[in-house]
């Protein structure tokens, strides 16, 4: 049903009443007024097209249409004043009869009225489309839920339901005023959660996003699980008390085994207190059994607020799990004095070297129990750094063991000399070290034709065995690498260690080198460095650095492990480094010297630090070694004595000892007629002679003087 518009009536009406006048006035009444008003009104509407044409404004058609009406009905005003009574068949009234029509029909003045297309009120109204019901939301029946839990649905419903989850049940963690966890179900069985945050969970109860956790549902007799669940823990309050008070293992997680922590991935196992030792353990694991330990202990300091203080603080990794110690004083600026029941060796040949950080004992070996051989030793570190103390505790517990002890040195010095008393010998040059090592390869080849008593047949040496003819003989080389680059004597020293150290084993000698470094360009051939890993415990000292001395450790490891750090001195840190700066103070000076500190590299490659024991040479060391001094057996004296390799060996170089003199008119102008070679000796001879001397070398001016050289040089 439509209505027509009241204006639109009235118009209508008007053309309707306006024809007749339009028609009748004109005829009968030519002067009459009602013309002149007609007239006028046709002139303001051509004033009004004129203006509309003339305006810049949009809508110029729409006015023209409006003022139509009164210019045509002026227009018939005229033509029917002007024709001849109502003109050729009635003319005037047609024309007034269909400007009526017109306006009856068009409504030119009502439609163009209308602006910004407001619809007619004649059109049809549209009747409203009903609304949509909206989706009903699948609720949970009143399953007699605790008051907790209803309270929780409805603020979870006031939120809209997010992810589409329903809130099965609510409980209150003991203790807590506003911590809860939630068990959330996705709302149609069946379906997955998705798309929940834990944002949208803290925008629901109102509380940070950082103090809610999802966690997934494990499925449990009586109640499913799967992704069809999932567990939210609320939990502002814990979090407060977390960040103001936390526990040893939540600042343990948060600050230590979190992803950008000091060992990430790990979880504090328990924290214990020494008081007696004064010291605090943390052990902790990898959360994940198939991961290694990654440690920053500067981060792990500072995440458990400890001094970042590395006389201090020390970490000990084994396998996944590994230990962090936190001393109140420096441990290992303590001394350890070495006694004779400490290093009496015991049935497997181990005796107490040293202690570690934690008090606990380090054993080093005399000879190997397990592989029935002697054993060797490598011993590292720069001067001062406690390499001869701890040839005093080595050589003291190889003698209390009954074996022989040879010690060779560079440069005399007052240490060496006092352990001299103590040994069967022991001399202070390179000629004296090339000696020591010849005689030793030497006896080599006479223990091997040594007949056992028992079946009067030769055998390899088996430690501890009472039935064996000779001793273990230990053969010390210090400062190994300046005697191996020798000008005159670093060849034979060089050859004959190494051979020592391969043959040596299965003839009960053992070879100890000592230097500052472990590695082939300083005179540890790889082949010796080899022997000496896998037939000993490495010793290594301060290196002068904390790179040196790990460098140093790891090239006698066959998988690197972290090595220890050894400073240059241990001293606790003090105050503020800053705030002296700003005050303008000097840096406390209350170092502890580090001598005596070392990395020891035990057997299944792992490195140890430990302090050795103190040998005090300002006292008698009679204390520690036995009354009696061991000594080589008659019978290999007398065999070394057949090939020329046992006197005094301080005295100077015999002629022809390590290579034959030169023949009488050669001068040595040759360049190249005498050849050295390790090994040799009296009735043994060596081959090379001593290098010619710079002033005697050939002088070269020519290209044929050149080849003539080259050719010399490779005995061509």
């Not at 249409?65 to 005229?78: E, K, M, Q």
């Not at 526990?247 to 207190?273: C, F, I, M, N, Y």
């Not at 400062?479 to 009960?508: P, R, S, W």
């Amino acid at each position: 049903m439509t209505t027509t518009p009241r204006s639109v009536v009235l118009e209508r009406l008007a053309y309707t009443l306006a024809a007749p006048v339009l028609a009748v006035a004109p005829n009968l009444y030519p002067d009459s007024p009602v013309n002149m008003v007609v007239q006028l009104a046709g002139a303001a509407g051509i004033g009004g097209w004129i203006l509309a044409a003339k305006s810049d404004e949009s809508g110029a058609g729409r006015k023209i249409l409006r003022w139509s009406p009164l210019v045509l009905a002026a227009a018939i005003d005229v033509t029917a004043k002007t024709t001849m009574g109502w003109g050729p068949y009635g003319m005037d009234g047609l024309l007034a009869a269909g400007w009526a029509a017109a306006g009856y029909l068009v409504m030119p003045f009502s439609r163009h009225a209308r602006r910004r297309h407001r619809p007619a009120l004649a059109a049809p109204t549209p009747r409203p489309a009903p609304a949509e019901a909206p989706e009903p939301v699948a609720t949970a029946v009143d399953d007699g839920a605790d008051l907790l839990t209803r309270d929780a649905r409805l603020m979870w419903e006031r939120a809209g339901m997010p992810a589409r989850t329903h809130v099965v049940k609510a409980t209150r963690h003991p203790g807590m005023r506003h911590d809860m966890t939630l068990l959330l179900r996705a709302s149609e069985s069946g379906r997955p959660i998705t798309g929940l945050s834990e944002a949208a969970v803290a925008a629901a109860f109102g509380v940070p996003a950082s103090d809610v956790v999802l966690l997934d549902v494990a499925i449990q007799p009586g109640r499913q699980g799967g992704p069809g669940w999932l567990e939210a823990r609320i939990t502002p309050d814990a979090n407060q008390r977390r960040r103001t008070k936390p526990t040893d293992q939540e600042r343990w997680t948060d600050k230590v085994g979190s992803p950008k922590g000091g060992a990430p991935g790990s979880e504090l196992v328990h924290r214990t207190r020494d008081d007696v030792r004064g010291v605090t353990f943390y052990r902790a694991k990898m959360a994940d059994a198939t991961t290694s330990p990654r440690i920053d202990l500067a981060k792990v300091c500072r995440g458990l607020g400890l001094p970042e203080d590395d006389s201090c603080v020390f970490v000990l990794i084994d396998g996944t799990e590994f230990l962090i110690s936190s001393f109140d004083k420096p441990p290992l600026s303590a001394i350890f004095p070495a006694t004779r029941a400490l290093l009496t060796p015991d049935a497997k040949g181990m005796y107490v070297c040293g202690f570690t950080i934690t008090g606990q004992p380090v054993k080093n070996m005399v000879f190997q129990h397990d592989k029935n051989a002697a054993a060797h030793g490598l011993i590292l570190g720069v001067s001062r750094s406690g390499k001869t103390q701890f040839f005093a505790i080595n050589m003291a517990a190889q003698s209390l063991g009954g074996q022989v002890v040879w010690l060779s040195t560079v440069r005399k010095d007052e240490k060496t000399s006092t352990l001299g008393r103590f040994i069967d010998r022991q001399g202070s040059n390179a000629l004296w070290m090339a000696r020591s090592l010849r005689a030793a390869k030497a006896l080599c080849e006479i223990r091997a034709e040594m007949p056992w008593p028992h079946d009067g047949e030769a055998h390899d040496y088996k430690p501890g065995d009472s039935r064996c003819p000779y001793r273990q003989l230990n053969v010390y080389a210090d400062e190994f690498m300046t005697a191996a680059q020798d000008g005159n004597f670093g060849e034979f020293i060089q050859k004959d260690g190494d051979d020592l150290t391969v043959t040596g084993l299965k003839y009960g000698i053992g070879f100890n080198p000592a230097g500052q470094s472990p590695f082939a360009h300083n005179g540890f051939s790889t082949e010796m460095k080899d022997n000496l890993r896998q037939n000993s415990r490495p010793t290594i000292f301060n290196m002068g650095s904390p790179g040196a001395t790990r460098k140093a450790a790891e090239g006698t490891m066959e998988n690197a492990y972290d090595v220890p750090t050894i400073p240059a001195r241990y001293s606790r840190t003090e105050g503020s480094a800053i705030e002296r700066a700003m005050k303008g103070e000097a840096d406390p000076e209350n170092g502890v010297s580090t001598g005596g500190v070392a990395v020891m590299v035990l057997d299944n490659g792992r490195a140890v630090l430990m302090r050795s024991l103190y040998a005090d040479f300002d006292t008698d060391l009679a204390d520690l070694f036995p009354d009696d001094v061991n000594r080589l057996t008659d019978h290999e004296i007398a065999e070394l004595e057949k090939r020329g390799l046992w006197f005094d060996w301080n005295e100077p170089m015999q002629p022809g000892e390590f290579w034959p003199e030169p023949k009488e008119g050669d001068g040595g102008e040759d360049g190249g007629s005498r050849h050295r070679g390790g090994g040799g000796g009296k009735g043994g001879g060596g081959k090379r002679g001593p290098k010619p001397d710079s002033s005697r070398e050939t002088q070269i001016a020519s290209p044929r003087q050149a080849l003539e050289a080259i050719k010399n040089l490779n005995n061509a």
